[in-house]
């Protein structure tokens, strides 16, 4: 069905909804008035409880038989912050560039993948959209929740596109074919509190918990591999009770992060710093959160669509990667192949967030280009 959509224009309507994570503020109403007039099923269904939810999410498909080429992404953004040098959340063009809480990650992604979807007109196979509404928070009610309710209904994309900002000096330069997976620990070593000039009388947690990090910090995880650089472990936090200067604190904790390939598997590496600070601070306890584990897509036809569009429309080879941070294909994995493809992320999550003009309505040309191609 031909109905012109000016991607530029809808990622501007959805920027001006201040979705920030879990809130959906109406972002859901202006993406679902976009798809409906394209031909698109559009299922809407809110999902959790507090404190991570509850969260909306949307499922929006067209066409039959075929290939099912899906295209996932979410529609909340990151807390603003102060000191932008125009409203976040009230869109504006400057020197060629949209500016807004969204533009770049990753309202004008979707905004391209519909106004690419308006201009495909009788093609075959089908298309779908999987967008959540918690991707930037702990995605505890997104896309694993969008998941669940396909497999209610026996639906499985054959290959899946995320619209992440993943391009860096320019459109088109990098594609991310897999992820690094995440950990996140909690380390809290107990002691006993009691005046400084009494230490008998005491039990210092600090200490312990220095021996335990600096064994953490010299662990040596893996030197990567072909595809992933090495994994990372990196102290993030570390605090104590009091702040008095003539107290030994009753207790000592740290957080941690470990960004880890395909070399490994999160439990594994949460039981490795267990037992690194059961033998540096016996007493210690560890509590962990994996978000997601690392995962590559091999290649296959997903990459030659995204690859070969990419180069007709920019004269780019771009870069296959799995450098960064992690997408929700962590989930979107167990489902099908995934690649990441979208703009250049300079400015996501920064003050004064803009994607360049000319790269959404590119952006929407290679999107076009990936799904007419897929479909044929």
């Given at each position: 069905?031909?109905?012109?959509i000016d991607p530029v224009?809808?990622?501007?309507?959805?920027?001006?909804?201040?979705?920030?994570?879990?809130?959906?503020?109406?972002?859901?109403?202006?993406?679902?008035?976009?798809?409906?007039?394209?031909?698109?099923?559009?299922?809407?269904?809110?999902?959790?409880?507090?404190?991570?939810?509850?969260?909306?999410?949307?499922?929006?498909?067209?066409?039959?038989?075929?290939?099912?080429?899906?295209?996932?992404?979410?529609?909340?953004?990151?807390?603003?912050?102060?000191?932008?040098?125009?409203?976040?959340?009230?869109?504006?063009?400057?020197?060629?560039?949209?500016?807004?809480?969204?533009?770049?990650?990753?309202?004008?992604?979707?905004?391209?993948?519909?106004?690419?979807?308006?201009?495909?007109?009788?093609?075959?196979?089908?298309?779908?959209?999987l967008i959540t509404g918690?991707?930037?928070?702990?995605?505890?009610?997104?896309?694993?929740?969008?998941?669940?309710?396909?497999?209610?209904?026996?639906?499985?994309?054959?290959?899946?596109?995320?619209?992440?900002?993943?391009?860096?000096?320019?459109?088109?330069?990098?594609?991310?074919?897999?992820?690094?997976?995440?950990?996140?620990?909690?380390?809290?070593?107990?002691?006993?509190?009691?005046?400084?000039?009494?230490?008998?009388?005491?039990?210092?947690?600090?200490?312990?918990?220095?021996?335990?990090?600096?064994?953490?910090?010299?662990l040596h995880l893996d030197?990567?591999?072909?595809?992933?650089?090495?994994?990372?472990?990196?102290?993030?936090?570390?605090?104590?009770?009091?702040?008095?200067?003539?107290?030994?604190?009753?207790?000592?904790?740290?957080?941690?992060?470990?960004?880890?390939?395909?070399?490994?598997?999160?439990?594994?590496?949460?039981?490795?710093?267990?037992?690194?600070?059961?033998?540096?601070?016996?007493?210690?306890?560890?509590?962990?959160?994996?978000?997601?584990?690392?995962?590559?897509?091999?290649?296959?036809?997903?990459?030659?669509?995204?690859?070969?569009?990419?180069?007709?429309?920019?004269?780019?080879?771009?870069?296959?990667?799995?450098?960064?941070?992690?997408?929700?294909?962590?989930?979107?994995?167990?489902?099908?192949?995934?690649?990441?493809?979208?703009?250049?992320?300079?400015?996501?999550?920064?003050?004064?967030?803009?994607?360049?003009?000319?790269?959404?309505?590119?952006?929407?040309?290679?999107?076009?280009?990936?799904?007419?191609?897929?479909?044929?």
């Open positions: 069905m031909t109905h012109a224009d809808l990622a501007a309507r959805l920027i001006a909804c201040p979705s920030v994570t879990p809130r959906s503020a109406g972002a859901f109403d202006v993406l679902e008035e976009a798809l409906t007039p394209l031909g698109f099923e559009v299922h809407r269904f809110i999902t959790g409880e507090p404190p991570d939810g509850p969260v909306e999410n949307l499922f929006a498909t067209r066409g039959g038989g075929g290939v099912h080429f899906g295209f996932a992404g979410h529609l909340d953004v990151v807390p603003p912050g102060e000191g932008w040098t125009s409203d976040p959340f009230r869109p504006e063009i400057r020197g060629g560039l949209l500016y807004g809480r969204g533009a770049v990650d990753m309202k004008s992604g979707i905004a391209a993948f519909v106004a690419a979807c308006a201009g495909l007109d009788g093609h075959g196979g089908r298309i779908s959209l918690d991707e930037e928070g702990p995605s505890t009610y997104g896309t694993r929740a969008i998941m669940a309710w396909m497999a209610e209904r026996n639906i499985r994309p054959d290959m899946i596109l995320i619209g992440e900002p993943t391009s860096e000096a320019r459109l088109g330069d990098v594609v991310k074919i897999g992820r690094r997976g995440t950990v996140n620990m909690w380390i809290t070593v107990p002691g006993l509190q009691g005046h400084v000039a009494y230490p008998h009388r005491a039990d210092n947690p600090v200490p312990k918990l220095a021996r335990a990090l600096t064994a953490l910090d010299s030197d990567g591999t072909e595809t992933f650089q090495p994994s990372n472990l990196e102290i993030t936090a570390l605090a104590t009770p009091t702040s008095a200067t003539n107290v030994i604190p009753g207790a000592a904790t740290a957080q941690l992060n470990i960004r880890f390939n395909n070399l490994h598997r999160g439990e594994d590496l949460v039981a490795l710093v267990r037992e690194t600070i059961a033998r540096e601070a016996p007493g210690a306890t560890v509590e962990a959160k994996i978000s997601g584990e690392a995962f590559l897509t091999p290649p296959g036809r997903l990459y030659a669509l995204v690859t070969e569009a990419i180069r007709a429309e920019t004269g780019i080879e771009p870069e296959l990667s799995t450098a960064g941070g992690t997408s929700d294909g962590r989930f979107l994995i167990a489902l099908c192949p995934v690649v990441d493809f979208g703009l250049p992320n300079a400015t996501m999550h920064k003050l004064d967030e803009a994607a360049a003009v000319e790269d959404i309505r590119m952006l929407q040309r290679i999107y076009a280009r990936i799904v007419e191609s897929a479909l044929a």
